[in-house]
């Protein structure tokens, strides 16, 4: 039994309950994500996340094209990481229709995707900042370097964001004369960069009010809910596909898997920054040995290409988590399913979790230390 | 790793009254894959999750797949008598097997790092409103990615603490990932036949 005096309590309570719609058209959203919450004071009780706003259905789209004319597609994903996009959807369609990848494809993706790794992370740096109130200071720095970045993208490939770069068992051209040299260059001097940023944001007073103890969450929670990437790996979970579910070269480098102990939105922060340092140490070893030979499997077929029937699922560490690919062939043309495995709407899965009991100013943090891309949460 | 036979049999003494099939891949990728009842999967997932040498505590993907019905053609040994002589001849005969959604979960283990092993569930046909357990309750994961699966599929999860549709809005009738889904403008009924067009 309700006592009566509970029940006036609810209802006042209610009464000082306050709705607000954060999104779709808010900044800090990073893009058109929508959030209802309800505030009690100044703390989130309840939020709901909706989603939508950027929906195409990609994956209906992608069941009506061949599997090659997929792969430009793939790129409007995670329009951050065009690239590791392309290598999720290429190590799937191997699998399906199992291709074999020369050993030199295989170090200019490996090559290409930690350079991809570099420059979502300062981007995210940037964005946490801003969505902190740093408004664009931090960013510029990030997209300085980004810049650099995006021009090896683009002498390789022709396009700075949408790469359209890998093939199936392969790579579509070769790197550029002069290409290997800079790409060494920007790699030498990023970690001063590094250390710069690491002065001045990691014992920053603001950076350490707003984040740290906000959003936290414990290991066994984030398994049970899929989280993975830096989010998971913030929580203390020793799970990095590169080292668990190897793929390409990974295992011929020396590198390491930062871990944090909190889970808490600082500990999401720092750990890109340690994930960068280790992505350099892979950048350097790959550009040395970057062996000779063919970029592309002679013998692969991408235009017209009918795997056998079956079923595959490939999945890579990409910038923000877990990307999959999850395809099934009819042996027709097109794939008869085609699914992406979005990290950044998986990682969504705890928001409330992690907002509920917050301010609502720490909610724009919690969202932003995720680090979501709407075109893959909404595809 | 175990191996999926293993599993099976696992499965079958912790939750005896189950059925759980092999359903194999012929592809290159050679991912063979566990078919459940749905009676029982709630119940087979929390098995696999909680077994301390299995431990599958992560489900990466959710998804639905949408199989049309289909005609196979089978060759049937057919005896006939041809002036007094019996003959045994081949005859193909046409069978139609009816359609049905399926689901399928990738789950692995991040404790013990292996993986992957595919649970899959199937309806019994492809009406507007089928049913099949929820297996959020188990792995949260799953709760983005079943609302998609009901908002695109339509397959209602009954269990799930939230079932609404995720990425189309709440108005929305159909279920557009369904491969006889057309979208309105492209129907042979759409208002916009070839006298409204203007003349060229």
Avoid at chain 1, 23 to 49: I, N, Y
Avoid at chain 1, 57 to 70: F, I, V
């Amino acid at each position: 039994m309700t006592s009566t005096e509970e029940v006036e309590s609810i209802s006042e309570k209610s009464e000082r309950l306050l709705n607000i719609s954060m999104g779709p058209q808010h900044p800090s959203t990073h893009g058109v994500f929508r959030m209802k919450a309800v505030l009690d004071g100044e703390t989130v009780v309840k939020l709901t996340p909706v989603f939508g706003y950027l929906h195409r259905n990609h994956e209906k789209l992608a069941e009506r094209t061949s599997y090659l004319g997929n792969m430009p597609y793939t790129d409007r994903l995670d329009y951050f990481c065009s690239l590791t996009n392309n290598w999720a959807y290429a190590l799937s369609v191997e699998r399906l229709a199992g291709i074999e990848v020369p050993e030199r494809a295989e170090y200019l993706r490996v090559i290409t995707a930690e350079l991809t790794r570099l420059q979502n992370h300062l981007a995210f740096l940037g964005f946490l900042l801003n969505d902190m109130g740093v408004w664009a200071t931090v960013l510029i720095y990030g997209f300085r370097e980004r810049e650099k970045i995006l021009d090896l993208f683009e002498s390789l490939t022709g396009a700075r964001m949408m790469c359209n770069y890998m093939r199936f068992g392969g790579c579509r051209c070769d790197v550029p004369d002069g290409w290997v040299e800079e790409a060494k260059r920007i790699t030498d001097e990023l970690p001063g960069v590094l250390d710069e940023l690491e002065q001045l944001l990691t014992d920053n007073e603001i950076v350490v009010a707003r984040t740290q103890g906000v959003g936290t969450v414990p290991g066994r929670k984030a398994i049970n809910a899929g989280l993975t990437g830096p989010v998971l790996r913030a929580s203390g979970v020793n799970y990095d596909v590169r080292k668990v579910d190897s793929y390409g070269v990974y295992d011929r480098f020396d590198f390491s898997v930062p871990l944090g102990s909190v889970g808490d939105c600082y500990d999401r922060f720092m750990l890109r920054l340690l994930e960068m340092r280790q992505s350099l140490n892979i950048l350097k070893a790959a550009l040395n040995e970057l062996p000779s030979g063919p970029i592309i499997n002679p013998k692969a077929k991408n235009r017209n290409l009918r795997p056998p029937a079956g079923e595959a699922y490939g999945r890579i560490e990409s910038p923000k988590g877990e990307l999959g690919f999850y395809l099934v062939s009819d042996k027709s043309g097109t794939p008869y399913r085609y699914r992406v495995r979005p990290p950044s709407l998986v990682n969504l899965t705890l928001l409330e979790d992690m907002c509920v009991g917050q301010k609502v100013a720490d909610v724009v943090v919690i969202l932003g230390s995720i680090d979501i891309i709407l075109g893959e949460v909404d595809r | 790793m175990l191996d999926l036979e293993t599993i099976i049999k696992r499965v079958q003494e912790a939750v005896p009254s189950c059925r759980i099939e092999l359903v194999s891949n012929e592809s290159h990728s050679g991912h063979h894959s566990l078919l459940v009842d749905d009676g029982h999967a709630v119940e087979v997932a929390r098995f696999l999750r909680d077994a301390p040498d299995i431990c599958l505590d992560y489900a990466s993907n959710v998804t639905g797949i949408d199989w049309l019905n289909s005609t196979v053609k089978e060759k049937v040994p057919v005896t006939e008598t041809v002036e007094g002589e019996e003959k045994v001849n081949e005859k193909t005969v046409e069978k139609t097997v009816p359609g049905y959604l399926e689901v399928v979960y990738h789950l692995y283990s991040m404790r013990l790092k292996q993986g992957p092993v595919i649970l899959r569930m199937r309806t019994g046909n492809r009406d507007p409103d089928v049913h099949l357990p929820s297996l959020t309750p188990v792995y949260r994961s799953a709760e983005l990615q079943e609302r998609e699966v009901y908002d695109l599929f339509g397959i209602v999860f009954d269990g799930h603490p939230d079932m609404r549709r995720l990425l189309m809005w709440e108005e929305f009738e159909d279920h557009p990932m369904r491969k006889d889904y057309f979208p309105p403008e492209e129907s042979d009924e759409s208002p916009i036949d070839e006298q409204a067009r203007p003349k060229q």
